[in-house]
């Protein structure tokens, strides 16, 4: 195999361009924040400036560009700078052609015969039901949360499956073709990622798109591991969650920036410009440190991440809660960032039209977001972190650990 250092002028050549582009997208896509949220999705324009980027973690053999986590992250990161919704959708859909390529080699044959890369929404949380029947399984039920699903062409989604007297739990990936879209995503926050629902009614995956839920997010279980590239190789929380605390890293740093430039602009109620009144200045200053400590422990667990994913070493129960734990404590920072300073510039920010408003709202959400809620998080990373160990129903994603780590 070839070794790491041979390929890393390539890798990191290639990473820095897709950052760059995505640098560049970001002031269009706040241009069309408001109409994205008008449609409570991307526009078709927004995922078709996006497509340069959605190999980006696609194998080489699969006609990707083989990239990793770090261009997943900082992509999101910086294409937050303009929407959030819009860096989620496009990450969501980043992650969702890697997702693929773990995925039995006759579906991914069908799936990479025509392009590089999937359009794919992924409500993974097992909801509905799922029966073994001749050639595969028929999948039923209404699933939530389905992320970008009205950018897509295809979806996850996850059920259980009877196995041996026991629930198990599977995933599968279907044609949306085969399936009815919600039209029921109306929220305050994150109002443009399209994050209808689904029904499935009795349809029918065959085996070859059907995977056990726990292989399917493992590090090593799964069919992706016959390629050369490292990402191929790491747990979710070393990629899924980075990605999210990414958008909202970038969603806080863009606010925190905006209302830097405004303070120099515009005026407190009888006139004084907010630049020369203490309290304003002891503010953004607050927020702006806070989005530092924000930073720094963000570019920690991704450098850790991505040193320990491409060693191939095992991650303790104590590391997974750790990095779990850091994850949310970093969104939610972004989170208290933004309210600091948006309430520090009068009514200003509350305009329909200003991203400030948007920014705080989006950021509420994703703090709520299953991942982030800090109140379940915490309980089970503390746990993790204080060698208490994983409990009957802590998730998956946390117990997709590696092979090594199962014997």
């Known amino acids: 195999m070839e070794q790491m250092w041979e390929k890393q002028p390539e890798f990191d050549a290639a990473t820095e ?9 970001a002031p269009v896509l706040r241009s ?27 194998p080489k ?11 997943l992250c900082e992509v999101a990161r910086e294409l937050a700078h303009g929407d959030a919704s819009a860096a989620w959708t496009i990450a969501f859909l980043i992650e969702h052609s890697w997702m693929a390529c773990r995925l039995p080699v006759e579906a991914q044959e069908e799936l990479f015969a ?3 890369f999937i359009l794919a929404s992924a409500p993974l949380t097992p909801w509905g039901s799922a029966v073994r029947v001749e050639g595969g399984f028929r999948v039923s039920g209404t699933f939530r949360y389905a992320s970008c699903v009205w950018n897509s062409d295809w979806t996850f989604l996850s059920s259980m499956v009877r196995e041996n007297g026991e629930m198990v739990a599977y995933t599968f990936l279907i044609p949306l073709s085969e399936l009815v879209i919600n039209d029921d995503w109306f929220m305050s926050g994150m109002a443009a990622t399209g994050s209808s629902s689904i029904t499935a009614e009795a349809v029918f995956v065959p085996e070859h798109r059907g995977m056990r839920m726990e292989d399917f997010l493992s590090a090593d279980r799964h069919h992706g591991v016959m390629y050369e590239e490292t990402i191929m190789r790491y747990p979710p929380y070393a990629s899924l969650g980075m990605m999210v605390t990414a958008v909202a890293l970038g969603c806080a740093e863009a606010a925190v920036e905006l209302v830097r430039d405004r303070l120099a602009s515009t005026t407190a109620f009888g006139g004084t410009p907010r630049i020369q009144l203490p ?19 963000y570019h920690h667990n991704l450098d850790f991440a991505i040193k320990k994913c491409d060693a191939g070493e095992e991650w303790s129960l104590e590391e997974v809660g750790q990095i779990e734990l850091d994850q949310t404590t970093i969104v939610h920072m972004a989170q208290e960032a933004v309210g600091i300073v948006c309430d520090g510039m009068g009514s200003s920010p509350y305009r329909t039209s200003d991203p400030l408003q948007r920014a705080r709202r989006d950021l509420d959400v994703i703090a709520n977001h299953a991942f982030m809620d800090y109140d379940l998080i915490a309980e089970r990373s503390v746990r993790f972190v204080l060698g208490l160990g994983a409990g009957p129903n802590d998730p998956i994603t946390t117990r997709a650990t590696t092979q090594r780590n199962r014997r």
């Open 114 to 116: 025509d392009r590089s």
């Open 61 to 71: 053999k699969r006609g990707g560009l083989g990239l990793g986590a770090r261009v």
């Open 17 to 25: 361009r897709l950052i760059e582009r995505a640098r560049q997208l």
């Open 32 to 58: 069309r924040a408001t109409q994205a949220e008008a449609l409570r999705r991307q526009p078709d324009e927004t995922i078709s400036d996006a497509e340069e980027f959605m190999n980006a973690m696609v």
């Open 279 to 297: 309290m304003s200045r002891d503010r953004w200053g607050k927020a702006h440190e806070i989005m530092r400590c924000a930073q720094l422990l």
